[in-house]
């Protein structure tokens, strides 16, 4: 498929259906119910792989992450995108991630783990989509009033391949110390033996799934984020249409694999607490608008050279560690007790940046 594929509609829509099928897939092959792709909750699961957090439900080094950023490596070098740039506020971008961390744990999700549980029939996602909506339209209107973190520069290839070669060692750590079985702990790693973290689909079948899907995100510059984004600010809705893909893709494999179940109550990994369902993913979009991607664009784009998505990422699998170290992280019992007031403070800190931002530029 060459490079003009992949810029156009129909190879966005393909990388979205591919995306959404693989997703499902995953579920099927043993990762947690609506959760067969979502890079919050991995993160969280890989965080509390290397001692970031000690919540033993949720303690995985999945593979998913380090597949996604390898494929879009892979994507970067064979098409000459593989860009090494760095310096556009990796603080601000840090502390955004950790923000964004925490406002999908308190919806307990992603914005590609939102899409899932609506195409696994989990109708307390729809709140969530609202919310994130409502979050990257407020991010939208930030931006088109010029808000900027500043222009990245041209960087080393060292800084470039950092963030991949992370990828890389995490990898082979859990090649290396696999999970063994009823032991939450081999000599390095820890692992659940219960819970979502426990529910893993194959080594193989993760890598290969995650590996093409990067790929094909890298290409089509698949985004969640960017799809609502810039239907609003630019009137362009190709990324939209392969978000409907993504989810249209999911819900018929799910239809066809007997994962897909109706209803508000006894979802998978999921509360009822709807307007935390609508704050927490309010607190994800309007993160991740001003960062300039969702979740797992980021990986994308670490994974073509960008530190800057590197650092955003890091912060962000710091934040969800410390949602469950603070107490703020939901359940399906629902909201973590320190949740409201930690996602309170994380919504006005991002508020704080995007005025800054104004500021700055002006």
Known sequence: MSNGFFSSTKGVVVAGLFIGLGAAVLQKL???GNMGLCVAC?????????????????QYLRPEIMGLVL???AAAILSGEFKPRMGSSPLIRFFLGAFVGIGALIFLG??????????????????????LAVGVLIGAYFISRNFSLGASQKSTLLFGLAFVLLMIGLLYLRVAYPPIEGQAKNDLLFYSVGGPGSQRAPLWASLIFAIVIGYFGQRSRFCSIGAIQNAVLFKQFHLLLGVMGFVAAAF????????FHPGFEKQPIAHQLQFWNFFGLVIVGFGAALAGGCPGRQLFLAGEGDADAGVF???L??????????SAASSGA?????GAGIGVISLVMIFLIAITGLAKKA
């Open 313 to 315: 990422v890091l912060g």
């Open 334 to 338: 629902g909201l973590g007790p320190h």
């Open 110 to 131: 992603c914005p590609w783990r939102a899409l899932l549980r609506l195409a696994g029939g989990d109708w307390n996602a729809i709140f969530g989509i609202i919310g």
């Open 30 to 32: 043993g990762n947690p």
């Open 71 to 73: 494929g879009a490596f």
């Open 42 to 58: 991995f993160g969280r699961d890989v965080s509390g792989a290397v001692g970031l957090h000690r919540a033993e439900v949720v």
């Open 317 to 326: 699998l710091l934040g969800l560690a410390m949602a469950h170290n603070f």
């Open 252 to 259: 018929v494999a799910n239809l066809a694999f007997g994962q």
